[in-house]
T-cell receptor, first 113, second 116 residues
């Protein structure tokens, strides 16, 4: 069974600084996709970044980047130059073969001014 | 706006009543998913459709829950004889089956259900 673990229930960071959110997963599949989703308070979930497991290069999207370690089954998210609008719940998610998505329990990130 | 929409956004009901939620996916997306999210937790999979066919159901989906997607477009999720434990946010998502967004799911705003 595929499981996703986020070991940091809450984190905080000062505005303009860098923060890294951790995620590990367990699967026997070889071709899969990993995602980080952001869910602001009382707002809908939006995609932050995606990583295809067959790609060795780590994905980046502006201030967001990942450190994908396939052998270690680790998929961390780095947010650079944190902004107040980054305050949200962040969910790590796993999917293969376009089936159901498995989510971690989430990390609540607070960016402090 | 061509995003995923869900109605109603909020529903308050009394225990034992039936409720129905609607999801309208992004029009060109073949797959539609339902998830349940309780406070402080990640979404949990309930069921998904490819076009009008329901391909998988989670064991979380008891026989009081039923979902349909009759014409492969919008979907409904019905909960019969609601219980207080059904109180949660019900999320709908859709995804295409072709690249470049293959496997990416686009979420709606959710329907928050409160069972009194």
């Amino acid at each position: 069974a595929q499981t996703v673990t986020q070991s940091q229930p809450e984190m905080s960071v000062q505005e303009a600084e860098t923060v890294t959110l951790s995620c590990t997963y367990d699967t026997s599949e070889n071709n899969y996709y990993l995602f980080w989703y952001k869910q602001p308070p009382s707002r809908q979930m939006i995609l932050v970044i995606r990583q295809e497991a067959y790609k060795q290069q780590n994905a980046t999207e502006n201030r967001f980047s990942v450190n994908f370690q396939k052998a270690a089954k680790s998929f961390s998210l780095k947010i650079s130059d944190s902004q107040l609008g980054d305050t949200a719940m962040y969910f790590c998610a796993f999917i293969f073969n376009n089936n159901d998505m498995r989510f971690g329990a989430g990390t609540r990130l607070t960016v402090k001014p | 706006d061509t995003g995923v929409s869900q109605n109603p956004r909020h529903k308050i009901t009394k225990r034992g009543q039936n409720v129905t939620f609607r999801c309208d996916p992004i029009s060109e997306h073949n797959r539609l998913y339902w998830y349940r999210q309780t406070l402080g937790q990640g979404p949990e999979f309930l069921t998904y459709f490819q076009n009008e066919a329901q391909l998988e159901k989670s064991r979380l989906l008891s026989d009081r829950f039923s979902a349909e997607r009759p014409k492969g477009s919008f979907s409904t999720l019905e909960i019969q004889r609601t219980e207080q434990g059904d109180s949660a946010m019900y999320l709908c998502a859709s995804s295409p089956t072709l690249a470049p967004s293959y496997n990416e799911q686009f979420f709606g705003p959710g329907t928050r259900l409160t069972v009194l």
